[in-house]
């Protein structure tokens, strides 16, 4: 099987240079050579985003194309239903022997929200994106218990077949896509958010107006 795969899902509604930001640094932390992006279709707690699937597509391709080691997968994309973490992951799973499941520190909070969220553990490890003062869930904490999963460095993880966290709260970026989508509805410059790529794609096809 193929070395250990990093995976960051998100709708990416539009891709910003903090989600990009995001996949190198989990990249250079684990020391690892492949991290796939997966776009969701339809996710199971946010509303589905008014965005074309394939204008998301491209615009992460776009955003993408100068990092290698970063590979867009539509795989989510391919299945007319909710897209379900778990099976994304069991699919990735049949094909590389090590998963680590990249989120940040809110989706961590909502994880037993999440549908089968307990296999997600038997699946992968994963990383969480903290900041510094950023507040865990207890009752969360509890529920993966975090006691026997927290481990400190990527050595101890990847020493693990699965079920290992890290907490990183040296990565901080704020900002979210939807508040990019309000600044572009508005007219303001998004052009220190967006790569100029993204931002041309956007205008071209008259993306996130009124």
């Given at each position: 099987?193929?070395?250990?795969?990093?995976?960051?899902?998100?709708?990416?509604?539009?891709?910003?240079?903090?989600?990009?930001?995001?996949?190198?640094?989990?990249?250079?932390?684990?020391?690892?050579?492949?991290?796939?992006?997966?776009?969701?279709?339809?996710?199971?707690?946010?509303?589905?985003?008014?965005?074309?699937?394939?204008?998301?597509?491209?615009?992460?391709?776009?955003?993408?194309?100068?990092?290698?080691?970063?590979?867009?997968?539509?795989?989510?994309?391919?299945?007319?239903?909710?897209?379900?973490?778990?099976?994304?992951?069991?699919?990735?799973?049949?094909?590389?022997?090590?998963?680590?499941?990249?989120?940040?520190?809110?989706?961590?909070?909502?994880?037993?929200?999440?549908?089968?969220?307990?296999?997600?553990?038997?699946l992968s490890h994963l990383l969480v994106l903290s900041r510094q003062g950023a507040t865990l869930s207890n009752e969360t904490l509890r529920a993966v218990d975090i006691k026997h999963r927290?481990?400190?460095?990527?050595?101890?993880?990847?020493?693990?077949?699965?079920?290992?966290?890290?907490?990183?709260?040296?990565?901080?970026?704020?900002?979210?896509?939807?508040?990019?989508?309000?600044?572009?509805?508005?007219?303001?410059?998004?052009?220190?958010?967006?790569?100029?790529?993204?931002?041309q794609y956007i205008k071209d096809n008259s993306l996130y107006q009124n």
């Amino acid at each position: 099987m193929n070395s250990p795969l990093a995976v960051l899902g998100g709708l990416f509604d539009p891709v910003h240079n903090g989600h990009v930001s995001a996949a190198q640094f989990a990249l250079e932390f684990l020391s690892l050579q492949r991290l796939k992006m997966i776009p969701c279709h339809l996710p199971n707690h946010k509303a589905v985003p008014d965005t074309l699937a394939v204008h998301r597509l491209a615009m992460l391709t776009l955003a993408t194309a100068c990092y290698p080691q970063i590979e867009v997968d539509p795989i989510e994309l391919q299945r007319d239903r909710v897209s379900y973490t778990v099976d994304t992951l069991t699919e990735l799973k049949t094909r590389h022997s090590m998963l680590v499941f990249v989120l940040g520190v809110d989706s961590f909070n909502s994880l037993p929200e999440w549908h089968d969220w307990q296999k997600i553990l038997e699946l992968s490890h994963l990383l969480v994106l903290s900041r510094q003062g950023a507040t865990l869930s207890n009752e969360t904490l509890r529920a993966v218990d975090i006691k026997h999963r927290r481990v400190d460095t990527s050595e101890q993880m990847l020493a693990c077949r699965n079920g290992k966290i890290i907490f990183c709260e040296n990565f901080d970026y704020a900002m979210a896509s939807s508040e990019i989508r309000k600044k572009i509805t508005r007219g303001d410059d998004v052009s220190a958010e967006l790569d100029a790529e993204i931002v041309q794609y956007i205008k071209d096809n008259s993306l996130y107006q009124n």
